[in-house]
Structure formats: structure tokens, C-alpha cells
């Protein structure tokens, strides 16, 4: 009996691939899309693997658009979704001084709201066949306060504990729940998220580092069908875990920040670029000037 999947976002990056890569694995996979008609590349990518995608038009910050996608997608499976990847998601660039909180919660409606809206449409479901399994693609953000992307951090932050909470919650009803936090991957959304407010004329140097943190991950970023097949390990093995840190600086990151303490954390942060990025360096083992 084929597993059936919903990739949301999948039209891009992570969920693209993760679309594909399923499909290819055997899963019948449904890919949320805003458009189908800008599709042409899913569609395009999904023929040279040899897979099918069933492509179904659907806005994750929108209540009623995830109620009639999913509709559409449970009435062609008879209600039955095994696997739901929560991956549609957005940037966010900005101080927490010039970030309004309309933005904020633009930001928070996609990247944690979105999610809920889709769960809650298949939670039901498995609660009742006793099984499944949700993926929850945070970001290696939901670990760490980086500079200049205050509504990007706090959605990503927020989609952590919610995430912890739910895998506590549905456990018992069989419910996996996998958080998988990438890095620097491939993805249309480092060229869409090119926003520098600088209202205030104060934070030049903290919007400097954000991007050169960028600059250099994009010239080291992973292939989202790494984050993929992470995924499809995530749902599939014998011996599950909570969090998956995959792509580009996601475990350096994580296990760097995890090592020092919130005083040296916030130290970091004092002096000029070059102190900033030598103190990366010493603490990551990442090299921001290395930019390809």
C-alpha cells in the first residue's frame, strides 16, 4: 500500500525536491502550490526523474485556501494522509527596532500559522488509523538569534517549541513528529530575501554581517535534495530522533551556540566586522569572509 505525502511549498528549494524525492521513493505525493500555473519547473523536474506530483493550489496563510486544498487532496485519498511536510515558509529581514509587528505576524501567519492550519486538516485522520508522521522544516534560526532577521528568528523559534510540543503531544497515538532544521540550502528564497529596512541608519554593521553570513553559506549551499532524502530518513527509520540539523552550517551552528554562553553569545556581537569575524570563526568554525 503506497504512502501518501503532502509537500506544502512545494514549488521551490526544499519542497520541490522533497516532492520529488518522495515521489521517487514510491510515495504518492501531493505538492501545495499557490499557483499551478507557475508550476512549469516542478512539473518540468518531476518528468526528467520519472515521477508523477499531484500539484494542488493552495495558500498556507489563508484559512479557507488550506481548508478546500486539503479538502481536494482528502477526497482523492479517501482521507487518508500518512505523511505531512510543513515546509512553505518566507524570510524576514529586519531589526527587532525596524521590524514592525505587521510584519511580524505577515511573517508568523506563513511560517508557523501556515503549519497549523495544514496540520489540523490531517491530524484527525491519523489520530484515528493510529499512525503518521509530521515534518516540520524549521531552519537552523529556530536555533539561534541571527543578526537583522528578527521576524524570520522569532517565526522560526516559535515553529521550534511548537514543534517540540507537538511531538509529545501526538506520540501517543503513534504521531511521529520530525524537526528538521537545515542551513544554507539552494533555494529561491535567498534571492527573494534581499530586504535591508535600516530605518534608523543605526544597524549598517548588523545588516553587513547578516548578509556576509549569507554570501557565504550561497557559495557553499547545499543541494535541497540532501534536505530530502534527510527527510525521507526522518519518516521512514526504525530509529527515529526529535531534530535533524542537515546543510551548510546547520550542526556548526547549532553544536557552537550550544558551547558557549548567552554573555559570550551577546559579546560576539561588540567590535568591528573583523572582530565579528574572527569570533565566528573561533566559536562556528565557519569563515564568513569566504564568500566563494
Same mark, same amino acid.
Given at each position: ?21 518522495? $515521489?521517487?521513493?514510491? @510515495? ?5 502550490? /499557490? ?31 488550506? /481548508? ?21 515558509? +518566507? ?36 489520530? $484515528?488509523?493510529?499512525?503518521?508522521? +509530521? ?16 521576524? *524570520? ?23 511521529? +513528529? ?30 553587513? /554581517? ?9 557559495? @557553499? ?22 531534530? *535533524?540539523?542537515?546543510?551548510?552550517? $546547520?550542526?556548526? #551552528? ?5 558551547? #558557549? ?32
Amino acid at each position: 500500500m503506497t504512502t501518501i505525502s503532502v509537500v506544502t511549498g512545494a514549488n521551490s528549494g526544499i519542497g520541490r525536491a522533497t516532492a520529488i524525492h518522495l $515521489a521517487a521513493q514510491g @510515495h504518492t505525493v501531493y505538492g501545495t502550490v /499557490r499557483s499551478t500555473t507557475k508550476a512549469a519547473k516542478l512539473q518540468a523536474m518531476a518528468e526528467t526523474a520519472g515521477v508523477e506530483v499531484q500539484l494542488v493550489e493552495l495558500d498556507v496563510s489563508d484559512d479557507e485556501s488550506v /481548508r478546500q486544498g486539503f479538502a481536494e487532496i482528502l477526497a482523492a485519498t479517501d482521507g487518508v494522509v500518512d505523511v505531512l511536510v510543513n515546509n512553505a515558509g +518566507v524570510g524576514g529581514n529586519a531589526t527587532a527596532e525596524e521590524a514592525s509587528p505587521a510584519l511580524h505576524l505577515e511573517v508568523m501567519n506563513v511560517n508557523l500559522c501556515g503549519a497549523v492550519r495544514c496540520l489540523q486538516q490531517v491530524l484527525p485522520g491519523m489520530r $484515528a488509523r493510529g499512525r503518521g508522521a +509530521v515534518v516540520n522544516v524549521t531552519s537552523v534560526v529556530g536555533r539561534i538569534g541571527a543578526l537583522a532577521q528578527s521576524p *524570520y528568528v522569532t517565526s522560526k523559534w516559535a515553529f521550534e517549541g511548537f514543534s517540540e510540543e507537538l511531538a509529545q503531544e501526538v506520540a501517543p497515538f503513534g504521531i511521529r +513528529v520530525a524537526i528538521v532544521e537545515p542551513g544554507v540550502t539552494k533555494s529561491a528564497i535567498f534571492a527573494k530575501n534581499i530586504d535591508m529596512p535600516n530605518l534608523t541608519g543605526a544597524y549598517d554593521a548588523q545588516y553587513r /554581517r547578516m548578509f556576509q553570513m549569507y554570501a557565504a553559506g550561497m557559495a @557553499h549551499a547545499t543541494d535541497p535534495f540532501e534536505v530530502a532524502a534527510v527527510i525521507h530518513h526522518a519518516v521512514t527509520t526504525d530509529t527515529p530522533v526529535l531534530r *535533524y540539523a542537515v546543510s551548510w552550517a $546547520a550542526k556548526e #551552528i547549532i553544536d557552537g551556540r550550544a558551547a #558557549i554562553t548567552d554573555e559570550e553569545w551577546v559579546a560576539l556581537g561588540l567590535g568591528s566586522d573583523d572582530d565579528y569575524y574572527d569570533g565566528f570563526q573561533r566559536v562556528f568554525g565557519l569563515d564568513l569572509r569566504d564568500a566563494g
